[in-house]
């Protein structure tokens, strides 16, 4: 079967950095995706890999890994505006279905 | 510019009931996808629209679930005889092209508010 892996919540410090972990088994590839979802909102689109290697965009790196089915995400200098989930999704030899984890909920405290 | 928006936003109904949820993507967007998402998990997907027709509805869970777009725009998904295990929240997502890479565009999906569906 096709299974999307993430930890269910994780707890960190307001300026700290805070790693989430994501692992695949799918039947394709054809990208990673990540999307932050604050509660009772829709999902908004973070970043993407398709190749191995770290892409990085502004506080938010997204690093991927292939031959692992690993991907991570890491939030640097976290404000409490970076409380919410964060959702994994891989987009699969269909080129269009998105196969989706369930979320890892980020708490952040003071 | 505008975004994917969803209507309404709430519905509440009762079991047995027929219900329509309406999603207007963002102009231009050839591609829709309908979704469901239950708390505390990953949206769940439903079906997907490539201009007017329904290149993938693998995911509808029952004949009770149908979703049309007639002019490759608006879609709506309709629901009948509704049961209380339908309550979720429905998430319609848009992108621009078909399929994944396309001229090194990530094509992701632009999602919308949702509608959040409690049936009684």
């Known amino acids: 079967g096709q299974n999307i892996d993430q930890p269910t919540e994780m707890t960190a410090t307001e300026g700290a950095i805070v790693q989430i972990n994501c692992t695949y088994q799918?039947?394709?590839?054809?990208?990673l995706f990540w999307y932050q979802q604050h509660a009772g909102e829709a999902p908004t689109f973070l970043s993407y890999n398709v190749l191995d290697g770290l892409e990085e965009k502004g506080r938010f790196s997204s690093f991927l890994s292939r031959s692992k089915g690993y991907s991570y995400l890491l939030l640097k200098e976290l404000q409490m505006k970076d409380s919410a989930s964060y959702l994994c999704a891989v987009r699969s030899d269909s080129n269009y279905q998105l196969i989706w984890g369930a979320g890892t909920k980020l708490i952040i405290k003071p | 510019g505008a975004g994917v928006s969803q209507t309404p936003s709430n519905k509440v109904t009762e079991k047995g009931k027929y219900v329509e949820l309406r999603c207007d993507p963002i102009?231009?967007?050839?591609?829709l996808y309908w979704y469901r998402q239950s708390l505390g998990q990953g949206p769940e997907f439903l079906i997907y629209?490539?201009?007017?027709?329904?290149?993938?509805d693998s995911g509808l869970p029952n004949d009770r679930f149908f979703a049309v777009r007639p002019e490759g725009s608006v879609s709506t998904l309709k629901i009948q005889r509704t049961e209380r295990g339908d309550s979720a929240v429905y998430l319609c997502?848009?992108?621009?092209?078909?399929?994944?890479?396309?001229?090194?565009?990530?094509?992701?999906?632009?999602f919308g508010p949702g509608t959040r569906l409690t049936v009684l």
């Open positions: 799918t039947s394709g590839f054809n990208g």
């Open positions: 629209f490539q201009g007017t027709g329904a290149a993938d």
């Open positions: 997502a848009s992108s621009r092209y078909k399929g994944g890479d396309y001229k090194g565009v990530y094509n992701e999906q632009f």
């Open positions: 102009s231009g967007h050839t591609a």
